[in-house]
């Protein structure tokens, strides 16, 4: 699923980027572009990115 559009980034590159160690939205923003526009995406990429480094936490838990 695409979550930001201006940059054309999924919801699986944000999980590959986090799991490569980003850890926030402007690191991200850094290696792919995703909410560096227009910005309407930066609470779902937020979002995606907290939800995932929680689950990384827990899997290792
Ligand atoms: S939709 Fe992500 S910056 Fe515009």
Same mark, same amino acid.
């Given at each position: 699923?695409?979550?930001?559009?201006?940059?054309?980034?999924?919801? %699986?590159?944000? %999980?590959?980027?986090?799991?490569?160690?980003?850890? *926030?939205?402007?690191?991200?923003? +850094?290696?792919?572009?995703?909410?560096?526009?227009?910005?309407?995406?930066? +609470?779902?990429?937020? +979002?995606?990115? *907290?939800? %995932?480094?929680? +689950?990384?936490?827990?899997?290792?838990?």
């Amino acid at each position: 699923m695409y979550v930001c559009i201006c940059h054309a980034v999924t919801d %699986h590159q944000i %999980h590959d980027a986090v799991d490569g160690g980003v850890q *926030d939205l402007g690191q991200l923003g +850094e290696v792919c572009g995703a909410g560096t526009n227009c910005g309407r995406c930066r +609470e779902m990429v937020q +979002e995606l990115i *907290d939800r %995932h480094l929680a +689950e990384a936490v827990s899997y290792a838990a």
